[in-house]
């Protein structure tokens, strides 16, 4: 019933604390072993698995910085990218890490496929798993998708973004970029979501990894797009606490990461945003505001941008910004994820 | 127990005796140990035990009391015959411990004339069930909202009332009329308070679980505003026809409760009900969550955390949870509770809601809207009353006398045990329990959240005017 969740029978260790990061490949003696089928989100990942992803994405980085950047690990295997949602970075960064590991990667194109003919989803990955399908790598646009998938497949299911609500690797990339300038730790450091956070499966999925790591987490927007997550505050689910404003200032203030979240224009429509030009003027990420934050802050997005909207061009391409980091650290996090997954197969 | 000589359902009752059982009669406010006899389907006598004789009987064990009446069911038959047949239907009635259904005219083609009612009419001619069928018809002609369906001509082909449940009378204005024509031919419209424009691609009730889960959100105000428009047309009708009457169905929130509690004090003429699965399950389910919604609730009546005290203990997004209106909150579960209870709610009415698989196997967000509900209404009713949440007389009431306080006589006799009368009855097990799962679910629709769970309460048998409606395979051995 559980299979999206349930948490296999393991030896997981938990990492002695303090131990220092960048464990890489050379600890594999006393590295816990990955417990989980899928990762469908970041709220089930314990400590110590989210070091085990962070330890196999430093010897990842590794891989990625030689002449050829490729290992055998997924020799032979089927990883199938299933996106029924437009994206071109997440789409080709899962391309990517899939080929540099060697693996045969199948993309699915739902528009030119026998989706468009009203095949539904249980049947799409029944159909997929007959075709040789291992990995199924899926982005959709109603929440909660991948778990169905999760239900009807064989193999190991990626959710790569599920409508409102997860998006797993990104939040491992974010934190991995974030480790890499702050280091393992993040006690006492304020991380700042400042953006549409209600439509956002970037933030839920930060929610969990930021807090976890002990982040200082602060969620901003204008109040219609925040709402719910008062509640999610206040009860601070299985106790992870963070902090909700619309006070774009008290947020930035001694900020030690801001990541910006994109404003779709479909938010005006449904009477969300009065104008873009409002948003920009209010929540938008200048160069003026980021004055608020700490001297060595630094800056995120998770893509794509609205350059203008919710971050100035001088800030997106600014010394502070870490945004390319982001995307090339996500072919060594999603190659730890496949690696991870694959593994159990193996 | 010892039963019976009659064999199949749907034949006369020839004789049953049960002795030292727990009769409930909440017609006659009354429960306690007892015998019945059942002769030629006629309930020959009704025996209350009393000092020795009562010894041992308690109300945990078999219990009798007038079949159930559910005023809010939908058979899909025409149009769906699927997910829902009105013989399936019946036949899982039955099973639910119910004798009478009311259907809702949103088939396809709706009940919304004569010819529908004549269409349903010759089905049920047909039944070898006993189950009385009743049902409403639409309030505007093909549910479209605008136009007043022949609300006269269904009157005289012997509908209940009048809904377009599936949806909400759309426009006050419309509502208004419906409610002076109907008060004039004395039925009441029973409408299903929602407003649209605040749920909008709604998926779970907003709060907590749906932030979490990214599931856009369903608000509580969406039910007040539409309870706050419905009770204002009442009470401005009221002057020009008294007998106007306003049910409204599957109330879910403690706002929306709030307003009809204080329109009773009023004496505004509504009555209301509730669906079992908002007083026993809640949005937490969506999570994962698999507790009865009164234990979600700390000491003082907030709402747990079920992330921080390890209850998720199931994938999250499964559709057969979703359902219109939505799990609600721990808290606006609890305020159903506190409802039925002070006798705000008149009713529990299941909103039986069939779908076939296509319709349902899909993502959360793509499913179709309702949970079959109709076999496990008295089970979750009885884990309530087995919690010491709610107590068994006033559960029977909700499912037998609250359904006559809202529709009057014109469901039939049977809200008590009445000595010489057509026997229309309910024998069910406090004590047995039984697995909700497609097998044991009568219903064509197999969308049940509960599946896999065991439910208390398991039901012996149903007879309906004296001929078997259900019985359960045990009584066979």
Known sequence: MSVGLEREPSQAVEPASGQSDSGGAGRAAERPTWPHRHLLDTDVLTGGDVELVMATADAMKQVLARPIPTVPALRGRNVTLLFYEASTRTRVSFEVAGKNLSANVVNIATAASSVTKGESLVDTVRTLEALGAQLLVIRHGVSGAPYLAARHFGGHIVNAGDGWHAHPTQALLDLYTIRERLGQSLAGRKVVVLGDVLHSRVARSNVWTLTAAGADLWLCGPATLLRGFEAWARVGAAGRRFTVTSDVNAALRDADVVMALRVQRERMASALVPSLREYAARFGLTAERLELARPEAFVMHPGPMNEGVEIAPAVAEGPRSVITTQVANGVAVRMAVLQLLAGRVA | ?477
């Open chain 2, 1 to 477: 127990m010892s039963a019976v000589a009659a064999t199949s359902v749907g034949q006369p009752v020839a004789d049953l005796e049960l002795s030292r059982a727990w009769l409930v009669d909440p017609a006659g406010g009354r429960e306690g140990p007892g015998e019945i006899i059942v002769t030629n389907g006629v309930l020959e006598a009704v025996n209350w035990l009393e000092g020795d004789e009562a010894a041992g009987v308690d109300e945990r064990g078999v219990v009798v009391a007038p079949a159930f009446t559910d005023l809010h069911a939908h058979f899909r038959e025409p149009g769906n015959e699927a997910a829902e047949t009105i013989a399936t239907g019946t036949a899982a009635a039955a099973h639910g411990g119910f004798g009478t259904v009311c259907l809702m005219p949103n088939t396809d083609p709706p009940v919304d004339g004569r010819e529908g009612m004549a269409r349903l009419d010759s089905v049920v001619a047909g039944l070898s069930s006993p189950v009385r069928v009743l049902a409403y018809g639409a309030v505007t002609a093909r549910s479209a909202g605008e136009e007043l369906a022949p609300l006269g001509e269904l009157a005289d082909a012997g509908v209940v009332g009048y809904s377009d449940d599936g949806s909400p009378v759309r426009s006050a204005a419309v509502l208004r009329s419906a409610l002076l024509y109907g008060g004039m031919l004395g039925l009441p419209v029973v409408d299903h308070p929602e407003d649209l424009g605040l749920t909008s691609g709604a998926e779970a009730h907003e709060g907590l679980v749906a932030t979490v889960l990214g599931l856009r959100g369903w608000p509580a105000a969406a039910e007040a505003a539409a309870v706050g428009r419905d009770l204002a047309v009442l009470a401005d009708v009221l002057a020009d026809e008294p007998r106007a009457r306003l049910h409204l169905t599957h109330v879910s929130t403690a706002p929306a409760l709030d307003l009809i509690r204080s329109a009773k004090a009023a004496r505004l003429p509504v009555t209301c009900d509730i669906a079992p699965h908002h007083l026993a399950l809640s949005d937490e389910w969506l999570a994962g969550s698999r507790r009865w919604a009164w234990e979600a609730v700390d000491s003082v009546g907030r709402a747990r955390d079920p992330w921080t005290d390890g209850s998720l203990v199931a994938a999250p997004f499964d559709s057969s949870l979703r359902v219109n209106p939505p799990l609600r909150s721990p808290e606006d579960a609890a305020a159903c509770l506190a409802a039925l209870l002070d006798g705000t709610a008149d009713a529990v009415a299941t909103d039986h809601a069939p779908h076939t698989s296509v319709d349902k196997d899909v993502e959360f967000g793509l499913a179709a809207n309702g949970i079959s509900g109709i076999e496990t209404a008295l089970g979750l009713l009885i884990a309530g009353v087995d919690a010491g949440r709610l107590p068994l007389l006033r559960a029977i009431e909700a499912m037998t006398l609250g359904a006559s306080r809202v529709l009057g006589d014109r469901i039939g006799p049977g809200s008590g045990l009445v000595e010489g009368e057509q026997a229309t009855l309910v024998v069910f097990d406090r004590a047995d329990s039984w697995e909700v799962s497609p097998t044991n679910l009568l219903s064509l629709g197999k969308n049940s959240p509960l599946l896999g769970l065991e439910l208390p309460g398991r039901v012996l048998l149903t007879i309906v005017d004296g001929q078997f409606a259900y019985r359960d395979r045990s009584l066979d051995a």
